[in-house]
């Protein structure tokens, strides 16, 4: 009989030392919306360095609501889980979830898109000043200096939008014959990149070129152009399978590619390293290149 206790104890032990490594290797990647295919591209690259690594990872759509993103955000932390890893939907917003996070004593890393507040561990993103730059660069030098610019907007208050915006005018603003004639949110959405277009078409009689903030917008408003008639070159940001789809039919003259499954793998890595204790850096850059026919 003894024996069999020893053993009902042993086994009872080997479960709750099995189930408080399950706890141990469990993180968390709340993201702003799947539906958008580049945090798709973001959250497979995620999942697919977590599986490499050994990691449960539980992955909650937060449908570009900051309420759900809250909700999620606890919900998770319910979980008992290492490290959580973040998209924000907006960059103000996400601080209610990062603070959440921090007073349960769970290490943030955001992704993508950063955090103005809160206490985050690293960073994992594009540099998107440098790209917006990049895009700015393109058309200045494909309007030879000269020419009416449209600029659709991503989210407004999302840290992705102000610096894409920000590099863009760096390049654009320093060309004294570009002329921006609108500069309006389309919230990185198709469907609002086609309405705002439409609207912006019919407001202005002269445009030449037009850079969307990320390849979703560019799509959207490449429809509105194509119905228009007008000849419009256009510049998108993401580099997403349907945006190099676009560049090599021509309907887009450039795509600045960000690597979302690299962001997604880098910030799976970056959190087992915190999971271990180790020190990691405040801000990791992943690369961007210019995508051109």
């Known amino acids: ?10 086994s009872a032990a080997l479960l709750g030392s099995s189930v408080a490594a399950q706890a ?8 702003s919306t799947l ?18 690594l050994g990691y449960e990872l539980v992955v909650l759509d937060s449908q570009n609501d ?17 490290v959580l890893l973040i998209n924000p939907t907006d960059s103000d917003a996400v601080r209610s979830s990062v603070r959440a ?19 985050v561990v690293s960073h994992i993103a594009s540099d998107n000043v440098a790209g917006g730059k990049m895009a700015g660069e393109l058309i200045v030098e494909a309007l030879n ?11 407004p208050g999302t840290s992705a939008a102000r610096d894409r915006g920000e590099g863009f005018h760096q390049a654009v603003d320093a060309a004294e014959g570009i002329e921006i004639v609108a500069s309006q949110p389309a919230d990185f959405d198709r469907t609002k990149g086609l309405n705002v277009m439409e609207n912006i078409l019919q407001a202005q009689p002269e445009i030449d070129a037009v850079f969307a903030h990320n390849d979703e917008m560019a799509l959207g408003a490449i429809k509105a152009i194509e119905a228009s008639g007008r000849d419009i070159i256009v510049v998108g940001f993401d580099g997403t399978a349907d945006g ?9 003259i450039a795509t600045i590619a960000q690597q979302a499954g690299k962001i997604g793998e880098m910030g799976v890595e970056t959190a087992a390293q915190v999971a271990k204790g ?8 992943v690369p961007l290149k210019a995508v051109t026919k």
């Open 1 to 10: 009989m003894r024996k069999v206790l020893l053993a009902a104890a042993a």
């Open 24 to 31: 141990a290797d469990t993180m968390a990647l709340v993201v």
């Open 35 to 52: 539906n958008n295919p580049f945090f798709v591209t973001l959250k497979d690259g995620a999942e697919s360095k977590a599986k490499e």
């Open 66 to 82: 900051p309420a759900k993103e809250l909700a999620n955000v606890e919900d998770v932390l319910n979980k008992d889980i290492e």
């Open 101 to 119: 996070a921090n007073r349960k004593d769970v290490p943030v890393v955001t992704l993508d898109r950063a955090a103005n507040g809160g206490e």
């Open 145 to 155: 200096g000269q020419g009416k610019v449209v600029e659709l907007q991503g989210v």
């Open 244 to 252: 190099v789809a676009a560049v090599e039919d021509g309907s887009m």
């Open 278 to 285: 180790e020190e990691v850096p405040e801000y990791t850059p």
